[in-house]
């Protein structure tokens, strides 16, 4: 079946760096967009950075500009994301999304999350 599974989450300090990783399986990774998306306490979920298929293009939520770099390597099935200069307003749930339109109809999987917390 499907799986997205999220991993490096946890506890960094003001300043630090993390990398995320998203392993999928069961669908065809390579022909996907990936994205990851955050969701803190009482707010909406927002778009972190999203990647296009094979990686050609790359778009980010304005305040993760210059701090955090999606990537993909698709012979891995793998999508990641790494993370500079964390602020505390960065935490939240990041989760990982793969999507793709085939004609009208959508294919979109989700992962179940991992918890991001900056704070000294």
């Known amino acids: 079946q499907v799986q997205l599974v999220e991993s490096g989450g946890g506890l960094v300090q003001p300043g630090g760096s993390l990398r995320l990783s998203c392993a999928a399986s069961g669908f065809a990774f390579s022909t996907y967009a990936m994205s990851w998306y955050r969701q803190a306490p009482g707010k909406e979920r927002e778009l972190v950075a999203g990647i296009t298929s094979i990686g050609g293009r790359t778009n980010y939520g304005d305040s993760m500009k210059g701090r955090f770099t999606i990537s993909r390597d698709n012979a891995k099935s793998t999508a990641y994301l790494q993370m500079n200069s964390l602020k505390p307003e960065d935490t939240a749930v990041y989760y990982c999304?793969?999507?793709?339109?085939?004609?009208?109809?959508?294919?979109?999987?989700w992962g179940q999350g991992t918890q991001v917390t900056v704070s000294s």
């Open positions: 999304n793969a999507f793709k339109e085939v004609g009208a109809r959508p294919y979109d999987y």
